[in-house]
Structures are given as C-alpha cells and as structure tokens.
C-alpha cells in the first residue's frame, strides 16, 4: 500500500526553528514535494526533492533520504505569517507509457506560530 | 491566465441534487487534477486527465462522481445525487506535461456543503 505519515500538530515560537518530519512508504519514488497551505486557501509548492541531501531556499530547506524513506521540512527565523498547514507529497513511478506520476498526499501537519 | 481559477468558490446544496464543478487551468498546461480535501484533512486524489483525455481515474469515489474536459482547458467535475459525505472543498491542479518533478498550480477551491 501507500503511506505517507507526518505528525498532526507542531507550536513553535516566533524566531526559533522548527522541523516537520515526513515518511513514506510508496509503489515506487518518483520525487517528494511540500506545500504549504494557509487555511481556507489553496496549498502553494514550496520545496521539490528527488535526490538525497538537502535543498536550500530562503528560510525554508528541505531534506530527503531515499533509503529510511524519509524527508524534513525545516523553517528557520519563524514569523506568524508561517503558520499553517505542511503538506508532503510523494509521487510514485510511472502507472503507464504516458510518464504520468501520480502524487501522493500526506494529511498535513498544522503549525501554529506564538509570540 | 494567471493562474488556475475555480468556480462557484461555494456551493451549499440539497441532499440528492446534482452539482457542477468548473475548472480553468493556467493556459498551456496540459495536466489538470482534481482533489477532494475534507475539513481537517490532507488532500484526497480523484481523477487525472492528460489533456482531453483522463489516464487515471482511480481515485473517484463512486459511479456518481465524474469529470470532462475539453480543448485541453476547462474541465468540470460533476457530482449527481450529492449525499452529506460529499461536503468538502475541491480542488483543482495544473501542471505543465505531469510528469516528474512537474510543478502542480492549485486553484483556490470550491466548498461544498451538502444540507
């Protein structure tokens, strides 16, 4: 089957750095995306890893390993702004010759950000 | 256009009535998506259509869900005899050529509520 776990609920303080970890266990590894998605509004792309290590962008870094199947979204210098829900999306290999990888959906963690 | 809009933004509806979803994505893309995403929820995959045609249906829900698309553009999602397990908000994605790596653009959503 396809299993995407992340914890429901993190808090962190404005200014600290916080984690959101992700596992997976999928019918194949095609890349790992996380969106962040503001209440009552559509999730955005933040990050997209498809090799071991971590990306870098702002902020925000994201972390993959393919082998314990795992990935981390970290927030650095947190604002109130980046309270939301994280969501981590695996997509799988190719379900047909077309290329299509369907992405799959992990129920998102929701950060709340005090001052 | 700018990016990918959906319409009604709400719908309140009868139990047992039949309901339309439309779908405009980011001109050019020629994959569109629809997800379902219940309150509290992570996003629930529904149906995937490579330009006119949808390779991957897998993720509808029942024989009363179904989804068009036509000229490679709008597609609509259509719900008949809507049931109170319907509600929820969905929502529409774009990508480029859906494949790896493929940036999907999420449209705002649309509520449902099913009296």
């Known amino acids: 089957g396809q299993n995407i776990d992340q914890p429901t609920e993190m808090t962190a303080t404005e200014g600290a750095i916080v984690q959101i970890n992700c596992t997976y266990q999928?019918?194949?590894?095609?890349?790992l995306f996380w969106y962040q998605q503001h209440a009552g509004e559509a999730p955005t792309f933040l990050s997209y890893?498809?090799?071991?290590g971590l990306e870098e962008k702002g902020r925000f870094s994201s972390f993959l390993s393919r082998s314990k199947g795992y990935s981390y979204l970290l927030l650095k210098e947190l604002q109130m702004k980046d309270s939301a829900s994280y969501l981590c999306a695996v997509r799988g290999t190719a379900s047909f010759s077309g290329g299509y990888n369907k992405l799959i959906f992990g129920a998102g963690t929701r950060l709340a950000v005090h001052p | 256009g700018a990016g990918v809009s959906q319409s009604p933004s709400n719908k309140v509806t009868e139990k047992g009535k039949d309901v339309e979803l439309r779908c405009d994505p980011i001109s050019g893309h020629t994959a569109l998506y629809w997800y379902r995403q219940r309150l509290g929820q992570g996003l629930e995959f529904l149906i995937y259509f490579q330009g006119n045609s949808a390779p991957d249906k897998s993720g509808l829900p029942s024989d009363r869900f179904s989804a068009e698309r036509t000229g490679e553009s709008v597609s609509t999602l259509t719900i008949q005899r809507t049931q109170q397990e319907d509600s929820a908000v969905y929502l529409c994605?774009?990508?480029?050529?859906?494949?790896?790596?493929?940036?999907?653009?999420f449209g705002p959503g649309t509520r449902l509520t099913v009296t």
């Open positions: 890893n498809v090799l071991d």
């Open positions: 994605a774009s990508s480029l050529m859906g494949v790896a790596g493929d940036e999907q653009y």
């Open positions: 999928t019918s194949g590894f095609n890349g």
